[in-house]
């Protein structure tokens, strides 16, 4: 009888100390999220470790983003800066075919064909 007791009192200690780990473990995870990232720039790299997007600031102040394809080559890039703002979409050749900008003369886009020949609409 006495070693049922202590059983069953060992048992309620261990369910009691299981709920308290299990929930202190759920509330530490959740303080482990950061609200906000700071950072200077911000790399992603693939499994090959090769970068594969870039968020950075540019040394005039322009802050850019760009995608590379898995070469390493820039396929599209976004920048913004104090005078404006662009979009640029690069072909398999690394050549811009679309160019969308905005900046204090206006809006503009350029379509760049193979030939050479560019179509602005403004």
Known sequence: MKFQRVSVILCVVNLLLLVFFATQNRSSAQSGVSPVLRARAIELVDDAGKVRAQLNIEQGGEVVF????????I???????EKG???SL???????TVQLRANETGGGLTL??????????R
């Open 90 to 96: 690069m072909d398999e050749r690394t050549e811009a």
């Open 66 to 73: 760009r995608l590379r394809d898995s070469t390493g080559t």
């Open 112 to 121: 760049f064909s193979r030939d050479g020949k560019k179509n602005e609409i």
């Open 75 to 81: 396929r599209a890039k976004f920048g913004a800066g």
């Open 85 to 87: 703002s662009g979009i």
